[in-house]
C-alpha cells in the first residue's frame, strides 16, 4: 500500500519535495497540496508538477478529507497556526520544515497536547542543519556547552537589526550581529529562527543553547557552524549550504531532508 502525504506549502521547498515524492511514486501518493497564495503554484502547474492541482487555504476541507497518512508542512509559522490542530485531529502525522514556530512555549505546548490527545506525532526535520542524531544522543550523555554560530555575508543581514549598528556595506573583517540565547535569537532574528531552534530543541533547549550570528565578508553561502562538548565527546560541525534556486533565503538541502524523512517513515530499514 502507498504511503499517502499532503502538503503544506507549494514554493521552493514544496515544489523541489513534490518533485523527489513523484520520483518514488511506486511507495508515496501525494493526496493533497494546500497552499495560500496560488501564484507560485501556477507557475509550477506546467511541465513535471503539471498533474498536481493545489488548494487554496480556504477549500481546505476537501484536502484533508483525501485522508493522508502524513502532512509536511513547508509553509512558514503562520500556515502552523493555522493548520497543525486539523492535521492532527484528523488523524495525520505532522512533518514540520518550520520548527522555528515551536520556540513559542504555548504553541509547543498546543502541539504536544494535540498530538497526545490523537495518538499522533509532530516531527521535526533537521532541514537546513546536520549533526542532529549527534546532539540529541549526546545531550542523553550529557552535554556542557553547545553553540550555533550562523555566518552570512553583510549584505544577506539588510533589514535585520544588525543594519542599525553595523556598517554592512563597509565590513572587512566578521562582526558580530548577535550573541545570546537561541530563544532570544528567535525573537530578534526569525528568519534563522529555524535552524538555531532545531539545534537547541535537539540539545540544552532554547534558554541554554548560545548562538552567534555573524556579518562575514569572508564567506560567500550561508554557513551554519554547531559545536558542542559533552561527556560523550566534542562534535564541531560546519556546513556551506548552497541556497535554493527558486527562494535564496532557503537552503537547497531542506527540501531534500523532508523527502528523507518522508522515505524513512515508509521505509522498512531506517537509517
Ligand atoms: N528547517 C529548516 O532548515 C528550514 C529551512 C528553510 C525554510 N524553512 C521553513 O520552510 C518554509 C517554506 O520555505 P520556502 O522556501 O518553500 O518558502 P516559499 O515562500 O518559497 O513558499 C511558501 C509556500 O507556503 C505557502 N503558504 C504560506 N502561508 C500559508 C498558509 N498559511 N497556509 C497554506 N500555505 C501557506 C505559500 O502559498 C507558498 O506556496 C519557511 O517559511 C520556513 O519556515 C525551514
Known sequence: MKLRVALIGFGAIGQRLARGLLAHSEAIEITGILVHELEPA???????????RPLLSVERAPWLAQRPALVVECAGHAAVDAHAEAV???????????????????RLARLRALATGAGRQVLLVSGAIGGIDWLSAACDAGLGKVVYRGRKPPAAWAGSPAAASLSLDALAAPALVFAGSARDAARDYPRNANVAATVALASLGLDHTSV????????????????????????????????????????????????????????????
Request: glycine share 8%; charged share 20%.
Open 42 to 52: 501556477q507557475a509550477a502547474a506546467h511541465g513535471d508538477l503539471a498533474g498536481l
Open 88 to 106: 492532527l485531529s484528523s488523524g495525520c502525522d505532522l512533518l514540520l520544515a518550520s520548527v522555528g514556530a515551536l520556540t513559542d512555549d504555548i
Open 212 to 271: 552567534e550570528l555573524w556579518a562575514d565578508p569572508g564567506v560567500s553561502e550561508n554557513c551554519h557552524e554547531v559545536e558542542a562538548w559533552g561527556e560523550a565527546g566534542h562534535m564541531l560541525l560546519r556546513l556551506e549550504n548552497r541556497p535554493d534556486h527558486d527562494n535564496p533565503r532557503t537552503s537547497m538541502i531542506t527540501a531534500h531532508s523532508l523527502l528523507r524523512a518522508v522515505l524513512n517513515y515508509c521505509a522498512p530499514v531506517v537509517l
